[in-house]
């Protein structure tokens, strides 16, 4: 089993939020993920990337906010954030990297 570099435009990089430690202790990791990502192309790059069992995505998409620099409107862009279950006993340490 050897990740494959498609799995590495996938997944993104790991949210830590408060939001997603609180989801760390019930067995879930989020991360950000490519806009055009579905959930068995999520499900298969974490499986590859770190070695563990997936039980369930979920996904949601954060749509980019209206902002101003120096008076030129513009736009953040759209954040899709998978919430990733996993299996019991799997666990993932996203403070020490890939």
């Known amino acids: ?3 494959k570099p498609e799995h590495y435009d996938v997944i993104r990089k790991p949210v830590i939020t408060e939001k997603a430690t609180l989801a760390s202790e019930h067995g879930a990791v989020v991360f950000e993920v490519a806009i055009d990502a579905n959930k068995p192309a999520i499900k298969e ?3 590859e990337l770190f070695g563990v069992k997936v ?7 954060t749509k980019g906010k209206q902002k101003r620099f120096r008076g030129i409107r ?6 899709k954030k998978a919430y990733v279950t996993l299996e019991e006993g799997n666990t993932i340490d996203v403070t020490t990297g890939l």
């Open 1 to 3: 089993m050897s990740a």
């Open 45 to 47: 790059a974490v499986e």
């Open 55 to 61: 039980k369930a995505v979920n996904t949601t998409i």
């Open 74 to 79: 513009g736009r953040r862009a759209d954040v």
